[in-house]
């Protein structure tokens, strides 16, 4: 990871979204906390691997990151400048709105639905071409993109060109889907589930190529995924982080390795014990008190896994963990995580546990 600024910071980020309302119009509608006070920074040649259950809020910040969910309250910076500011009609910002967009884009879970049918490879490649790129001849736009198709493997590149989305399989959509996000030269390239609509024999391969065109364009990844192995896949080949998201909130990121060697987070250890391809001893019983997953218009007090945490006190109910911290103090400081355990001089250590737990030192 680089040591300039960040490309992408997130910063104390909300997203809150009210619930439709019935035909009652005097019947009051209800938050949704989507994320909840998130703090990230996103480097250049980065890659962060977010995973979490569905409903965890990891699309969500992932959108917000690169501009295409307004966040509530926070903010979300583009090289140090904010993003909506620079939206503003009248904005005097040193970077274009406009220019934001291009250097943050998206790779969607179903690559179908994001292109024309009704249009070729090469048509459909060929337009932010033109938009951003106008410079360049008809020639010159087919070369590039002929090139393009090359390179992720799709050969003869021009037999690709000249056939529609449904003419290809859901691994070539992909790739297709992944040269546009690349041809506009991007910073950062949200891929949300970008794998996981493939087939298991493939989406190591589609990761190997998102990690090699990574260092050929130097750009910076955001991986979101439901699947802990995908995750870990991405982020340990990478040196990347591995981030860990629970009803809103971020609740442990670090060095894959680090995080899933050592998880601090009792959330961490669920998913690592829920998933198959992950050695871990003891693994007899899941390591949680109640599988069902709290409301998140109504997510419980204090700290919101303290319902299915197997090690919660009284103190957690009712205390919020102050963020994501560091273990030890000047000591793995890029392994962060948000839980009371974390703390040895937290009033957790001398409260009661809650019915069903244990306390485990």
């Not at 390239?189 to 493939?202: C, G, Y």
């Not at 197997?310 to 995580?337: F, I, K, Q, V």
Request: with cysteine; net charge negative.
């Amino acid at each position: 990871m680089s040591t300039n600024d960040p490309v992408v910071s997130l910063s104390s980020v909300d997203v809150h979204f009210e619930t439709e309302g019935s035909l009652n119009p005097f019947e009051d509608t209800e938050t949704v906390r989507a994320v909840d006070n998130v703090d990230l920074d996103i480097y250049e040649n980065d890659i962060v691997a977010i995973v979490g259950e569905s409903g965890s809020g990891k699309t969500t910040l992932g959108k917000t990151a690169v501009g295409l969910q307004k966040p509530t309250g926070g903010s979300v910076t583009y090289r140090g400048q904010d993003i909506w500011e620079a939206q503003k009609r009248f904005s005097d910002s040193s970077i274009s709105f406009p220019d934001i967009r291009r250097s943050l884009q998206i790779i969607h879970q179903d690559p179908g639905s994001s292109l024309n049918p009704h249009k070729t490879v090469l048509s459909s490649l060929e337009q932010p071409l033109k938009k951003w790129e106008d410079e360049l001849g008809p020639e010159d736009r087919e070369a590039r993109v002929l090139a393009m198709l090359t390179r992720v493997g799709m050969s003869p590149p021009q037999d690709y060109a000249h056939r529609y989305p449904h003419q290809l399989s859901g691994g070539e959509m992909q790739r297709v889907a992944l040269i546009r996000a690349l041809l506009m030269n991007p910073d950062l390239i949200l891929a949300d589930e970008a794998v996981s609509a493939l087939d298991v024999s493939l989406r190591v391969e589609m990761m190997d190529l998102m990690l090699e065109l990574q260092d050929s364009f130097d750009t910076s990844f955001l991986f979101i995924s439901h699947d802990l192995s995908n995750a870990r896949y991405l982020a340990e080949h990478s040196n990347g982080r591995l981030g860990v998201m629970y009803l809103g909130e971020l609740v442990e990121i670090g060095p894959a390795e680090e995080v899933l060697s050592n998880p601090q987070h009792p959330y961490t250890k669920v998913l690592k014990w829920a998933t198959p391809s992950l050695e871990i001893e003891d693994a007899t019983e899941p390591p949680v008190r109640d599988v069902d997953i709290p409301d998140p218009v109504n997510p419980p007090s204090g700290c919101r896994f303290h319902t299915r945490c197997p090690n919660a006190t009284e103190y957690c109910r009712s205390n919020t963990p102050a963020g994501l911290m560091a273990e030890n103090a000047g000591d793995g400081e890029h392994h962060r995580t948000a839980c009371h355990r974390v703390d040895e001089d937290s009033d957790y250590w001398e409260s009661d546990t809650l019915p069903g737990a244990s306390f485990d030192r």
